[in-house]
């Protein structure tokens, strides 16, 4: 009688792989920014009928936009693959993120006082990170759309104004197609974001200014200096800012008065110009091989008659 094999030893352990990723450094920086406490205020977990508290999966957004770059609908299987404790989440949390749940706290997000907890925030990066935000850059740019999209027409919800998708100067060179108006306006101590705003695709820029610096001012101080393009140089803009304190820098556009008039002085006047700041540029052809900065070149010798 043959003897039966002997049977196989119970698997006492057993191995999962969890990523981390570039999580933990992400949340220290997330942590800094009081993010999680700033969702928690403005998305309250008001209704138990949700599985997934509304901070936690915005947080989760703001995670993926930084490390994974997912669409919505990929969001589920983009956090399955994570330790769970990096996303802020609970075990078999992961697998309720469809996008339906996603863009219904998208919805409810759109529905807080985005405004209070935008301050919030970068009030709380401002002091974190010690950002000097005595300059502010200003500039404006179009993301262009394809397909159809009846809702985007700028109705109201919730008493607030919505972005209308519209044909407007698309800086794409794509005048075929309709757009939105990004406005964005970092600091020049290292281009951190102060302030971002969407516009209706067939806003003006120069009439993007005044609510700009309003909303800078509305974080607590009117003396920064404003930096923008030629848009700014509009009689209602600038008045606007100096009238209220404000310093601005802009470039005249070519055909103002203003330029046409130096540039018919300068054809008969010598301007007896001072240079207020030379640095190096940033191309290796400007710098000798040291790093150093190139000396500046011979003058050009002038024909007199």
């Known amino acids: 009688m043959a003897t039966p094999p002997p049977s196989p030893a119970p698997q006492r352990f057993g191995l999962r792989s969890q990523r981390l990723g570039c999580l933990p450094v ?5 942590a800094r920014l009081g993010l999680g406490e700033h ?29 994974g770059h997912l669409p919505v609908y990929a969001l589920g299987d983009w956090a399955a693959g994570y330790d769970p404790a990096v996303l802020g989440l609970g075990v078999g949390d992961a697998a309720a993120l469809n996008d339906d749940r996603v863009g219904r706290m998208l919805d409810r997000l759109f529905d807080a006082d985005r405004a209070s907890l935008i301050t919030t925030t970068v009030l709380r990066a ?9 300059q502010l850059h200003n500039d404006s740019t179009t993301v262009t759309l394809t397909g159809a999209y009846p809702e985007a027409d700028g109705y109201p919800r919730g008493g607030k104004a919505t972005a209308a998708i519209r044909h407007g100067h ?15 306006t ?3 101590d290292g281009a951190v974001p102060i302030a971002f705003r ?35 140089c509009s009689h209602d803009g600038m008045g606007h800012i100096a009238a209220h304190g404000g310093r601005f820098v802009t470039v005249i ?15 008969t006047h010598a301007p007896d110009w001072v240079e207020a ?11 000798t091989g040291s790093g150093a900065p190139s000396p500046p070149p011979p003058p050009r010798p002038t024909a007199t008659g």
């Open 126 to 134: 401002i002091r974190e990170f010690d950002l000097d935000v005595t």
């Open 253 to 267: 556009p070519h055909g103002r008065r203003e330029d046409i008039w130096f540039r018919d002085w300068a054809q």
């Open 277 to 287: 700041h030379r640095s190096p540029g940033t191309r290796q052809e400007t710098r």
């Open 39 to 67: 969702l928690d205020r403005y998305l309250p977990h008001d209704d138990a009928r949700l599985r997934l508290a509304p901070a936690a999966v915005i947080r989760l957004v703001v995670a993926n936009i930084a490390a």
């Open 186 to 188: 970092v600091c020049a």
């Open 198 to 232: 969407v516009g209706d695709g067939n806003t003006s820029d120069d009439l993007t200014h005044i609510p700009t610096w309003d909303e800078l001012v509305a974080l607590g101080r009117a003396d920064f200096l404003y930096v923008a393009d030629s848009k700014l």
């Open 26 to 30: 992400v949340n220290v920086f997330l």
């Open 170 to 184: 698309n800086k794409d060179f794509r005048p075929d197609l309709k757009q939105l108006l990004l406005i964005l």
